[in-house]
C-alpha cells in the first residue's frame, strides 16, 4: 500500500480520534455520533472494502463471484441455495474457517472447501441452518482481494425462506459497496425493487450487474 495512502488513513484516524475526546469533554450527549465515529475509526485502522454481492434468489450470485474468482468454488443450483454468507478474503493458500456454536472447523483442500460450502452454506446442506453456523470465511489466493476487498457471497432474498432474506440484510450494514445482480430471465419483481429501496440509502456505493446475458443474444437484444 502507497505511504502516502497510509499518512491519509492515519491522518484521518487521528481526526476522529481528537473530535471524540472533545465530544466527551463537552458533557452533551452525542451517543449517536461517537458511535459512528468509532465505528468509522475501526473500518479505517482495518482497511477492509467489504463488496457484497446481492439480489433476489436465484438472480446468479454465487456465479458471479465464481466468475470474478476464474473458478466454481461456490456453489450453484437450479434451486435457492446459498443460505449463510460466506466472507471471501485474500489468502496465500486456500482455507475454509467455519464458526459454529459449538466450533471452529478448517479446511485446507480445495475439492474439500467446494464440498463443505455446499454442506454448511447451502439450504439442502443445511436448512434453516440447522447446525448452527455463526459465521464462514473463505480465504482465496486471487489478485482481486490482494487489496484488502473482501467479497461477500449472500443469500438470496424474496424466497420461501425468509431466514434467508434476513442473514442477507444483516450483511448491508458492513458492506461499503453493494453490487445488485439481476438477469433477464424473469421479470423485476415488486420484492426485488422494495429490498433494492431498503438497501441502497445504507449502502456507500453500488452497482447493477445484468447476469445470464446469453438470453439476451438469444434474442439478438444485444450483439
Not at 502516502?4 to 449517536?32: A, P, R, V
Not at 467455519?98 to 454448511?120: A, G, H, P, Q, S
Not at 459465521?135 to 424466497?159: C, H, M, R
Request: glycine fraction near 4%; charged fraction near 25%.
Amino acid at each position: 500500500m502507497p505511504a502516502t495512502y497510509e499518512n491519509e488513513i492515519s491522518n484521518y484516524i487521528d481526526i476522529l480520534t481528537q473530535l471524540e475526546k472533545i465530544l466527551k469533554k463537552s458533557g452533551w450527549e452525542f451517543n449517536l455520533i461517537e458511535g459512528k465515529i468509532k465505528e468509522n475509526i475501526a473500518k479505517l485502522q482495518s482497511e477492509q472494502i467489504v463488496v457484497s454481492v446481492i439480489g433476489q434468489f436465484k438472480r446468479g450470485k454465487s456465479s458471479v463471484i465464481n466468475a470474478l474468482l476464474s473458478e466454481e468454488i461456490l456453489p450453484i443450483s437450479v434451486l435457492p441455495l446459498t443460505a449463510i454468507p460466506v466472507f471471501i478474503y485474500y489468502g496465500e493458500k486456500y482455507e475454509l474457517q467455519i464458526k459454529t456454536k459449538k466450533e471452529v472447523l478448517n479446511f485446507r483442500n480445495i475439492e474439500e472447501i467446494k464440498k463443505v460450502l455446499f454442506e454448511f452454506a447451502t439450504e439442502k446442506g443445511n436448512p434453516e441452518n440447522k447446525k448452527e453456523v455463526e459465521e464462514i470465511k473463505l480465504f482465496y489466493p486471487s489478485e482481486l482481494l490482494e487489496n484488502n476487498i473482501v467479497l461477500v457471497d449472500t443469500p438470496g432474498v424474496g424466497s420461501i425462506y425468509a431466514h434467508n432474506t434476513k442473514a442477507a440484510e444483516d450483511v448491508i450494514p458492513k458492506s461499503d459497496i453493494g453490487v445488485f445482480v439481476v438477469s433477464p430471465d424473469s421479470p423485476f419483481s415488486e420484492v426485488e425493487m422494495n429490498y433494492f429501496k431498503k438497501v441502497l440509502p445504507k449502502i456507500k456505493t453500488s452497482f447493477f450487474v445484468i447476469n445470464k446475458c446469453f438470453i439476451l443474444q438469444s434474442i439478438n437484444f444485444i450483439p
